[in-house]
């Protein structure tokens, strides 16, 4: 007989089912087109209501998970990476200039670029640490664009379909997601209009209204998306206020202080690392979904094909 694991159980999804003991249970060579046909169809319905519960327990009021951890350990990560590419980058002296003062300058600028590995980890737990507390006290802080995502059969459909039709799109995802979006974002709104000022010192009156634009930016939602409060952009578009972007506008100060202070370089480093939690969450819950769904259908496929051969034996 069936028993929940303890992940289900914890869940609420749990329940007895003959599917999963299937030690003693063979798959015929060619199953039915009938028979494929309803174990696909309970294999969506048995996965919707896991993510549906997996969704509500995220949405609970939490302390940390798994991916928490990960957010936590890879902005040390990346303390050390952003320390070792800005030392090297900065190394090299000018011409002309003598040993002492190329040493000197070589030391500067990896102080520098410590200084700014250790501001960019203490940014990030900082980070996390607020958006832990947003979870736990259920304030409407956050980034709307990602909570509005609704589990749908029809968005986890999607999910297993395309990761079925291309084995490259968790590569493809990373990148749009943990490194090409934090580059052009960042040109967008802090290295472009930086150039276009082209003033001294930090100008944050610049600063501040790009990143109230790069924070109203995570509010934009497409047609269809839940909300309960939204403006109308376009025929697909909404902007919703449902949820107060005040971490996308801290990142946003934080990587405009850090292109004044350190350069070009920073903002985009600062930013692709804050990105990292979001990149892995995706591919990581759209690799999770299309394993879990070969599973599910695995196991309905064998339990029709046992209640098949059941019905046989009685006749």
């Known amino acids: 007989m069936y028993q929940p694991s303890q992940t289900e159980t ?28 309803q174990a ?67 030391l500067f600028r990896l102080q520098e670029a410590g200084r700014f590995a250790w501001e960019t980890l203490l940014f990030q737990c900082g980070q996390l640490a607020f958006g832990q507390m947003c979870i736990a006290l259920k304030l409407p802080i956050g980034n709307a664009a990602v909570k509005s995502q609704a589990v749908t059969k029809s968005s986890i ?36 209009p930086s150039k276009l000022i082209d003033r001294q010192g930090m100008q944050w009156s610049v600063g501040i209204p790009s990143s109230l634009a790069f924070a109203a930016l995570h509010n934009i939602i497409r047609e269809g998306q839940p909300a309960n409060t939204a403006i109308q952009l376009t025929d697909r578009t909404l902007f919703s206020l449902d949820m107060v972007p005040l971490p996308q506008f801290l990142l946003g100060a934080f990587c405009w202080y850090a292109m004044k202070r350190y350069g070009d370089l920073a903002p985009i480093l600062a930013h692709t690392f804050n990105n990292q939690a979001l990149a892995l969450s995706v591919v990581w819950g759209g690799r999770e979904t299309a394993a879990d769904f070969k599973r599910l259908f695995q196991e309905e496929l064998a339990l029709q094909q046992r209640r098949q051969r059941i019905e046989s034996s009685e006749d």
């Open 10 to 37: 914890a869940r609420g999804v749990g329940h007895q089912d003959p599917a999963r003991d299937l030690d003693t249970v063979r798959l015929a060579p060619e199953p039915s087109p009938e028979q494929c046909e």
């Open 40 to 106: 696909r169809e309970r294999a969506f319905e048995r996965l919707f209501e896991l993510r549906v519960s997996q969704r509500a327990a995220s949405d609970a009021s939490r302390l940390m998970s798994k991916r928490d951890v990960l957010v936590a350990f890879r902005s040390g990560v990346a303390a050390a990476i952003t320390w070792g590419l800005l030392g090297r980058s900065a190394v090299p002296a000018a011409l002309g200039q003598d040993d002492d003062a190329a040493r000197g300058q070589e």
């Open 157 to 192: 459909i999607r999910t297993i379909e395309a990761f079925e039709r291309d084995p490259a799109l968790a590569v493809k995802l990373y990148g749009s997601v943990g490194i090409l979006g934090p580059a052009l974002e960042e040109g967008l709104f802090r290295i472009l």
